[in-house]
């Protein structure tokens, strides 16, 4: 059976449609959970700082430094790659730490580098 979780706090359920129909208390621009949509992973990285975790439960539950819209981590849902490429302004690192490491003068919510998918 298929598992869904929730991006923003890590609840899993068994269909997207209970899933959304689920008040979430971390969403920072909506009420319901939202799915993750990336890759099932041994670890998760969050978008905004790199910190990995090894489920997406505990990875939302930390508080992230980096991330401007909202106090938690949240999950990176792109693939592994051997290099990370910032959406904002092009430029690459080997690790999502290290790219969100850097201030991104074109990044228009935030002050760092955030990962292209
Ligand atoms: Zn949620
Ligand atoms: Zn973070
Ligand atoms: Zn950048």
Redesign the pocket.
Known sequence: MSKYYCKYCGIEYSSVRNLTLGGCSKNPSGKYHVPYEGPIKSKYPCYYCGIEYSSLRNLTSGGCLKNPTSKNHIPYEGAEQSNYV?K????SYLSIRNLTS?G????PQGKC??PLR
């Open positions: 910032c904002y302004c092009g430029i850097g991104c003068s074109k990044n580098h955030e």
